[in-house]
């Protein structure tokens, strides 16, 4: 741990008070503790004077230490061992401290102190000449997955740029700190993925599979076991191979599927639209580039490998099914109603339309 020393004489107030609010407080905290275990209310009681007169004092230690009737020794070793306690004057607006520990070192850290080297002051903890602002380099801060970031006062500032540092000093500096946004600074809700959640959507869990099941996964048209067909053999399959191709192929093996259940299942589960039916909706072969269907809420990697082994590849052709066409497709999805709770047809169109520049038009965000 690096040694920490009281602030020199000349920065240090003769005598230390708590104001009338503060001195209500800590008296009401003092009594939280059990007789004879007072002293346990060192550590709030420091923070509170760091929170009053922007950092803890030589005056401010004794005097909580009487209160607390214990050593001023003991007292100055607690201050000087936690590093939350800010044992020199700091900015009056803002003190930055910058994370410097390997996650957010990886992802850019070291900007961030040039940053703050430039725009506050060469040294660490030297304030700015008009004394609004310090910064200091300190340990992990607890958001790592959102490296690299910064805490200035309570609050925290992530997935951050040298530029969008160089934003926020800039607000602090002019008295404006209240209006900067905290936490993510890029399009993410709190720690959730950059760009949308990959996992626990609403997308109905995976049964456990093994090597063999996921073979035959890979050729299903439905994820349900009661409409598949049964010949996992990808060559044979023609219907799921090239839907739009093998109409006949595909009839004989929907009704094979129909007739014949899979063991404990109920029949009613068995009963899927026809792929012959007159509302399914037109497949094509695949082309060189299909879309990403999966930028489509509400489309994960299973449904969109179904969608493929229905003949539907793009966006153009999801934006232009009718409302028989989505029930057809819908009979062939675990959660149904889905392509009407998610808007699939809106989505498509959008990105059909204009791609992603489209979509965040139209919603307002990026699609996940």
Not at 267 to 291: C, F, H, M, V, Y
Not at 355 to 368: D, Q, T
Request: charge should be neutral; proline fraction near 6%; aromatic fraction near 6%.
């Amino acid at each position: 741990m690096s040694v920490r020393r009281l602030a020199e004489d000349q920065f240090q107030p003769a005598a230390f008070a708590f104001n009338k609010e503060n001195s209500v407080w800590a008296e009401k905290t003092i009594k939280k503790y059990p007789e004879g275990r007072q002293q346990s209310a060192i550590i709030p009681l420091m923070m509170r004077a760091q929170e009053q007169d922007g950092w803890v004092t030589r005056a401010a230690i004794e005097t909580i230490a009487d209160m607390l009737d214990m050593a001023h020794i003991r007292a100055l070793e607690v201050a000087t061992f936690y590093t939350q306690f800010q044992l020199h004057p700091v900015g009056t607006r803002a003190h930055v401290q910058v994370c410097g520990t390997t996650p957010c070192m990886l992802r850019g850290a070291e900007g961030l102190i040039k940053v703050c080297k430039s725009k506050i002051n060469a040294h660490a903890f030297d304030r700015n000449a008009e004394g609004t602002l310090s910064w200091e380099e300190v340990e992990c801060q607890g958001a790592c997955v959102n490296a690299p970031m910064v805490v200035i006062g309570k609050d925290t500032y992530e997935d951050l740029t040298p530029a969008r540092l160089e934003e926020i000093i800039d607000a602090f500096a002019a008295g404006k700190g209240s209006e900067v946004p905290t936490g993510p600074q890029i399009d993410r809700v709190f720690s959730a993925p950059e760009g949308g959640l990959t996992s626990l959507t609403s997308e109905e869990p995976k049964a456990k599979s093994t090597p063999a099941k996921a073979k035959a996964d890979a050729v299903s048209v439905p994820p349900s076991e009661a409409a598949r067909v049964k010949s996992t053999d990808a060559e044979t399959n023609q219907s799921l191979k090239t839907p739009a191709t093998a109409p006949a192929e595909a009839a004989k093996n929907a009704k094979s599927a129909e007739a014949q259940p899979a063991a404990g299942e109920k029949a009613e589960a068995t009963q899927k639209p026809s792929l012959t039916d007159k509302n399914r909706p037109a497949g094509i072969e695949k082309p060189a580039q299909p879309d990403d269907i999966q930028l489509i809420s509400g489309v994960g990697p299973k449904i969109e490998s179904i969608l493929h082994e229905l003949g539907i590849f793009t966006f153009a052709q999801i934006a232009s099914w009718k409302k028989a066409e989505r029930e057809w497709v819908d009979g062939y999805l675990n959660f149904k109603g889905r392509i009407e709770r998610d808007d699939w047809i809106k989505q498509a169109k959008a990105l059909a339309k204009g791609g992603e520049a489209e979509y965040i038009k139209v919603f307002g965000k990026k699609p996940r």
